[in-house]
């Protein structure tokens, strides 16, 4: 019996061994599992510098780049300056709207303006228009009156001869002035 004794703290060794051996084994899956991680950042990285490239080759054709070197740097470059060109277009249109929206309401005062005034003309040419009816039906009433020489002789030979001086044509005087002044009226005998 008593080489029974040693052998149960065989058993106990011998687990003992084997708790130690499985705790070794567990930082080696630890290590296996961060070979993975790794390689799957090193596969996102390359996806992620893929993706960047295909997009500065896409920038690279979206601004049909003439120069041989179409680095990234070069490429980022163009873009800079073709940006700032499209932001002073969008400055100079800016400015352009602005005044011709300036000079649209102007127009579309001058155009109410004259509409305005085209309404008081046509309010106007009608006013005249009945008078001159009304001179008209007076003048032709008038024809089937007798003459007014026969009724009121002494007031028509007033009105003629303030006719006649209202007919004569008022002349003023002309002055005729000399435009060289060496020029002389009459010439020097020699």
Not at 77 to 102: H, P, V, W
């Amino acid at each position: 019996m008593d080489s029974e004794a040693p052998a149960a703290p065989m058993v106990d060794k011998v687990s003992i061994v084997v708790e130690k051996s499985v705790g070794r084994s567990h930082p080696s899956k630890k290590n296996q599992g961060k070979a993975p991680k790794r390689i799957h950042k090193a596969e996102r990285e390359k996806k992620k510098r893929d993706h960047l490239n295909e997009l500065f080759l896409a920038l690279a054709d979206a601004l049909e780049l003439t120069q041989e070197n179409n680095g990234k740097a070069s490429i980022l470059g163009e873009a800079t300056r073709f940006l700032k060109d499209m932001l002073s277009q969008i400055e100079t249109l800016k400015r352009e709207n602005a005044a011709l929206l300036s000079e649209s309401q102007y127009v579309s005062t001058e155009k109410n303006e004259l509409h305005d005034e085209n309404g008081a003309l046509e309010a106007q040419i009608g006013k005249l228009q009945s008078e001159l009816g009304e001179r008209m039906a007076q003048s032709k009433t008038g024809l089937n009156v007798a003459p007014s020489e026969f009724q009121q002789p002494e007031l028509t030979s007033h009105f003629s001869i303030e006719n006649a001086l209202q007919q004569a044509p008022m002349v003023s005087p002309v002055f005729v002035i000399p435009i060289h002044s060496d020029l002389q009226a009459y010439p020097e005998p020699d």
